[in-house]
């Protein structure tokens, strides 16, 4: 068994002997070893359950808000965070997004990566402003009145001959950021949006023209949804060429895209 345990299996453990049960179960199958006969009521289930999972061999979170994958011994679960949940018994779990089952905690190896365009979501498609003309392709979520946001991108025209950078703009901090981020994107005049963006200095944009057809925000409105479908709760979120990711901003921005490509080298 792993030395290292979680806390928030510690605070279920510790749970489970104060109470002596697991709050709520959900179980498609669950059979014993011991007698080869599957339990019949809740009490069973749940005294079954609680002796696998005492032996816990590998935990590995997943990248699903408040889900861990657990395997002890020959038997694979789910909890969440809380212990309040558990899925146990004969269940397949599916990488969707690398068509690959989960097994084993050796199975998630990689798991955090994410190909963008492999899962449906093209940057050129959302509210994306370009920058570089470079092979290696960064993707930038940012918000268009976020300082840390400005901190990181105001550093990539001196990387723009090595690496692409799409500027993924959305609008999180509010009804300002919306009113800038249209004005960005419906601005004929990509360039100056760019310089914009790039300077955090708006004051040169052409206002908005709020007239139905003037200006396509479809764009934008994927752009939101991918923030859903991706779970980004905050910006900057970068997607690394390697197809690893990272959250905030670095005082050398040159120094983590040198290092992920050192990653990617040696695999990881």
Not at 97 to 109: H, L, P
Not at 121 to 139: A, C, F, H, Q
């Amino acid at each position: 068994m792993n030395q290292y345990i979680p806390l928030f299996l510690q605070h279920f453990f510790k749970k489970c002997a104060h109470l002596g049960v697991l709050a709520v179960l959900f179980i498609p199958i669950l059979t014993t070893a011991q007698t080869g006969s599957s339990p019949t009521t809740d009490t069973q289930i749940t005294a079954d359950v609680k002796e696998v999972m005492r032996s816990i061999d590998e935990v590995k979170r997943l990248p699903v808000t408040g889900l861990s994958f657990i395997k002890a011994g020959e038997k694979s679960f789910l909890i969440t965070d809380n212990g309040h949940f558990v899925v146990a018994g004969n269940f397949k779990l599916v990488d969707m997004w690398r068509g690959k089952q989960i097994t084993s905690v050796a199975d998630t190896q990689g798991i955090e990566k994410v190909d963008l365009r492999k899962i449906g979501i093209n940057p050129d498609d959302l509210s994306t402003l370009t920058v570089g003309t470079g092979k290696r392709e960064v993707t930038i979520f940012t918000d268009p009145q976020c300082d840390h946001c400005h901190d990181l991108i105001s550093q990539i025209e001196a990387l723009s001959k090595d690496y692409t950078f799409k500027l993924v703009v959305v609008p999180v901090l509010g009804s300002k950021s919306a009113e800038l981020t249209k004005q960005l994107l419906c601005n004929k005049d990509k360039g100056q949006s760019v310089q914009a963006l790039l300077s955090k200095d708006y004051s040169k944009l052409p206002p908005l023209i709020r007239q139905e057809g003037v200006c396509d925000l479809k764009p934008l409105q994927k752009a939101v949804v991918a923030t859903k479908m991706l779970e980004i709760q905050a910006v900057p979120f970068i997607y690394l060429p390697s197809h690893n990711t990272f959250k905030g901003s670095v005082k050398s921005f040159k120094t983590l895209l040198e290092k992920d490509l050192e990653d990617e080298i040696n695999g990881k």
